[in-house]
């Protein structure tokens, strides 16, 4: 019977992706991170020297909400953690058999080498052109639900984004000529999902749906008009890309919902048709 201060990775991964996701710490040690870097998603690093108690209970007064840690096998390290940050009044959890089982159930991993550019306090740092609408809005959403759940993102002026990239040491996206933006057929939100590993049946479906609606292809799904039209909607009621970026958030949250969880369930009414008294 799994220990009441235990997650499982089921229950783990069916967090992951939502408004309910837990921070997740990775607290292996160096040298095993070193022989496979790759992490839960929007999983944050740290280091051994982190781990000290002093430095433990400063890290637990900058966390907020439910915290899950993770180590090579579900032992000391995570198991240690997690008692010490509840004992700093935070509802933490170890995930049992550490990232070992999580690599043997199949579960997503991500490079963080990919992130090639963060802040002083660590945070991702990505810059695009202001007025979003579909992309610029989805791949904000994937970043923060999946890689970096404090991402920082920037909407500047299009002539103006690969000098704000340079000014501030920000990646930029959704622009012609940068790593990250649309390849092919693909779009930029294709092209996170390729990079960073992201492979899951209900992020597959998000994708198809984001890329027509991004790329005038209705065809490819019956949702993409819909995602069109709502997101036309949100550029209309909103002047401030921050705002809109985060009304938005709330709006791919119901897409991929959907996606994992409803995409077989119909709706009609009456709801009683065809049955006999």
């Known amino acids: ?10 229950q783990l991964a069916r ?5 309910k996701s837990p921070t997740i710490l990775d607290v292996r040690r160096d040298a095993v991170r070193a022989r496979d870097p790759r992490l839960l998603p929007g999983a944050r690093m740290l280091g051994e020297a982190e781990l ?8 637990a007064g900058d966390l907020t909400g439910p915290v899950v840690v993770v180590c090579a096998e579900g032992h000391r390290l995570s198991q240690g953690t997690a008692a010490w940050l509840r004992h700093e009044g935070l509802q933490a959890e170890y995930l049992l058999g550490g990232q070992a089982a999580w ?4 579960l997503p991993l991500i490079d963080p080498g990919k992130i090639t550019a963060r802040d002083g306090r660590g945070r991702s740092l990505w810059v695009t052109r202001s007025r979003p609408k579909i992309d610029r809005i989805a791949c904000p959403w994937l970043i923060r639900r999946f890689i970096d759940r404090h991402a920082v993102f ?8 690969q000098g704000v990239a340079e000014r501030f040491g920000a990646m930029p996206y959704d622009i012609e000529g940068v790593f990250w933006s649309h390849r092919d057929d693909l779009c930029t ?8 590993g992201l492979s899951t049946p209900a992020l597959g479906r998000l994708a198809l749906i984001v890329r027509g609606a991004d790329t005038a292809r209705p065809d490819l799904a019956p949702e993409c008009a819909g995602l069109l039209a709502a997101s036309l909607g949100l550029s209309r009621m909103h002047s401030d890309d921050l ?11 119901a897409f991929y919902r959907w996606a994992r969880d409803a995409v077989d369930e119909q709706h009609n009414w009456p709801t009683n048709k065809g049955k006999t008294k």
């Open 154 to 161: 920037l909407f500047v002026a299009p002539a103006e984004v």
């Open 243 to 253: 705002a809109q970026l985060e009304a938005g958030i709330a709006l791919y949250d």
């Open 52 to 59: 000290a108690p002093d430095a433990l209970s400063t890290l």
């Open 15 to 19: 967090l992951l992706g939502t408004p």
């Open 1 to 10: 019977m799994p220990a009441p201060d235990a997650i499982s990775c089921e």
């Open 189 to 196: 939100f294709d092209v996170l999902l390729s990079e960073f």
């Open 103 to 106: 690599v043997e159930a199949g």
